[in-house]
């Protein structure tokens, strides 16, 4: 009877010590948590110590070391001597359907998932996938909650070099070029700030594009150097009191001493690296999806992507013998850009600066262009209107939404927001909605970069937020080559593409209405195949896409969706070649940056059907594009699964096909 008694007191006192354990009073934040990707290759691993610090490792390789993560509220900091109270783990494995598919139809979106609960109502969720890892904070407060600040502290147990865009401060467009920093030598910058995405080379065969998903209502996060060998956030503080700053900003003229007032119940945006040792994958993540949240849109059949053409590049210049009028911002000029699209298939025209009387006034049409006669006779053609505006005057109009959709209007190109604080990035996500309502679309532009709002109102078809084309001689292949790696990894990107005069780089001149682009006339081509845009802007001026026939309709049939995508050939900052299908056509896209010597590719069809005969219909640089980046080759072949064929490209240089 006495060793019972002493088995069921035993009993007791393990029982006791397993629930006080699984508190996480004791063990639980004493030890090392792992997580891994569903291959293993990728890994985790927690420590929950005075801070909540990670390290990331790829196999055996340590990526990231000794990080941490902290939410700084008005009176507490969520990550401060935290004491875990519990661990809970799932699995993640679903097929997305996206609305506006830029790289496949369906995207599968598996996933090991960490749930880390605190005392103190918060918890952080970490995710890792075969191609990266994510986390969040999520916070159960009772009361709204001021957020004073973020640590994303991350660093590097080596020198890595890493690849941004550095702008003088919070306020800007994301156009700066990219600079290519050792991040041992980032504190030493003159610009000491970096936007996302950004991409590290760890210089031993691995990559990681650092970005954001689910950003609402919080400031967007910006990446600074620590005194260290590693970089930590930063972000804009919640502006209080504006003035006026001219007819498409404002000044900001009294902030907060925090970055955010938000509900005290919510998930905080995803920070989110992909990994790879393949630069191919950069180019095929679909990471800001797989963390953004589901379409808000119960009926989303009126969002149609497609491509534009576009005036304001080319100064709304037609000329020659069939332009019978005198061209500019006017009536008969637009009707010759909507002849030129229905000719062509192009759904839209874009109608920028110059159709409002005012760039105060979105209500009272220039009387010169007639935009209600533009829009009728765009119906009559089968291609609908875009307007431009400054993002102030939506903002002092709010209900034009409606106007311009009883005028009839497809969809609103929004410009010149240049911030990225938290009542701007609220004003991107009241737009989409109140869009949405009235069955608009949005392009952003003058923006920062895609955050996930286009996967929950996807009638946000496009961001600009890139150094294009309209920056003329500053759009140069040696930095545009980064672009499918970085830029438009995270989201869709409104470059403007289609130049009919190409250039080298040392013989550059050009200013509109003659713009020009730097790289091959073959480049340029390959550009709308790579380049990720649910709206494609087609830039040039209709006459000179009247004169290169063959290379407008190779444009004009590239579709802005796709069902799938496969990079044949990729190598950060120096070429690209990639693959992707609608139906039952493919289509080939290669760029390359200004190497001295043109490079040679042997690509395998074996992404083709097998037992059909293909036609392949391919633009390459010609023997001259080297000095004179107009001169290309077109030529048509017949093609079969698992043939090879040999890509070239100059420097600067492109090749394009079409495979049917």
């Not at 598919?101 to 969720?125: A, M, R």
């Not at 008969?332 to 105060?360: C, L, N, Q, V």
């Not at 262009?369 to 903002?395: A, F, M, P, Q, S």
């Not at 380049?531 to 802005?560: H, K, W």
Request: proline content about 5%.
């Amino acid at each position: 009877m006495k060793n019972l008694l002493l088995s069921k007191k035993s009993f007791l006192i393990l029982f006791s010590l397993l629930a006080y354990c699984s508190l996480g009073v004791v063990s639980l934040s004493a030890q090392n948590i792992e997580l891994k990707s569903p291959n293993g290759e990728i890994k985790v691993t927690l420590s929950i110590k005075d801070k909540i610090y990670y390290s990331v490792n790829y196999n055996a390789d340590p990526l990231l070391t000794d990080c941490y993560l902290q939410l700084a509220l008005d009176g507490e900091v969520l990550g401060e001597n935290p004491k875990l109270t519990g661990q809970k783990r799932s699995v993640i494995n679903e097929n997305i359907k996206p609305v506006v598919p830029l790289k496949y139809s369906t995207v599968n979106n598996n996933c090991n998932v960490l749930l880390l609960n605190f005392k103190g109502d918060y918890s952080v969720e970490f995710r890792a996938f075969n191609d990266g890892v994510a986390y969040r904070f999520i916070t159960n407060k009772k009361n709204e909650s001021i957020v004073k600040g973020e640590d994303f502290v991350i660093n590097f147990p080596s020198d890595y070099l890493a690849h941004m865009q550095q702008p003088g401060g919070f306020k800007t467009a994301y156009e700066e070029k990219y600079t290519h920093v050792p991040t041992s030598k980032f504190g030493a910058e003159e610009r000491k700030m970096a936007v996302l995405p950004m991409l590290l080379d760890t210089k031993k065969q691995y990559k990681i594009l650092i970005s954001e998903s689910d950003l609402t209502d919080y400031p967007c996060m910006f990446l600074t150097a620590t005194t260290g060998n590693g970089m930590r956030s930063t972000f804009p503080k919640a502006p209080l009191e504006f003035g006026e700053d001219g007819d498409r900003s404002l000044k900001i003229l009294k902030e907060g001493d925090y970055i955010a007032k938000t509900a005290g119940k919510r998930s905080f945006p995803w920070r989110y690296f992909v990994i790879t040792n393949d630069d191919k994958q950069l180019l095929e993540n679909t990471m800001t999806l797989k963390l953004a949240p589901k379409s808000q849109l119960q009926n989303t059949s009126w969002i149609k992507p497609g491509q534009a053409s576009w005036e304001w590049w080319n100064d709304a210049s037609p000329y020659g013998p069939d332009v019978n009028f005198v061209a500019g911002y006017n009536l008969d000029t637009y009707k010759y850009y909507i002849d030129f699209a229905s000719k062509y298939g192009i759904p839209y025209i874009i109608m920028d600066e110059g159709w409002a009387m005012s760039t105060r006034d979105p209500y009272t049409p220039n009387p010169k262009v007639d935009v209600h006669e533009i829009i009728r006779y765009g119906k009559e053609k089968n291609v609908d209107v875009i307007l431009w505006l400054t993002w102030l005057v939506v903002e002092n109009n709010f209900d034009l939404f409606k106007t311009f959709k009883e005028w009839g209007v497809k969809g609103l190109k929004i410009d010149f927001m240049d911030r990225s604080d938290q009542w701007m990035v609220n004003y991107y996500e009241r737009v989409a909605k109140e869009a949405a309502k009235h069955e608009l679309l949005v392009d952003f532009h003058g923006s920062f970069k895609p955050a996930g709002l286009e996967y929950a109102y996807p009638n946000v078809i496009s961001y600009e937020g890139v150094r294009g084309m309209e920056q003329m001689g500053g759009c140069y292949p040696d930095n545009s080559i980064y672009l499918p790696f970085m830029r438009n990894a995270v989201g869709p990107m409104d470059y403007t593409p289609g130049a009919m005069i190409s250039m080298q780089p040392e013989v550059y001149k050009a200013d509109r209405p003659n713009a020009a682009s730097i790289g091959t006339r073959a480049y340029q081509l390959a550009l709308f195949v790579i380049f990720e845009s649910g709206l494609q802007m087609l830039a040039d001026n209709p006459t000179l896409y009247y004169r290169n026939e063959d290379c407008t309709r190779f444009i004009t049939q590239v579709p802005t969706t796709w069902d799938d995508t496969k990079v044949l050939e990729a190598k950060v900052g120096e070429y690209a070649i990639v693959a992707k299908r609608k139906g039952d056509k493919w289509f080939i896209g290669g760029m390359t940056n200004n190497n001295e010597k043109e490079r040679t590719f042997e690509i395998s069809l074996d992404f083709l059907n097998d037992g059909k005969p293909y036609e392949m219909t391919s633009f390459e640089d010609g023997i001259n594009a080297g000095r004179q980046a107009m001169d290309y080759r077109k030529k048509e072949s017949s093609v079969k699964k698992g043939e090879k064929i040999k890509i070239k490209m100059v420097r600067n240089g492109g090749w394009a096909a079409v495979i049917q």
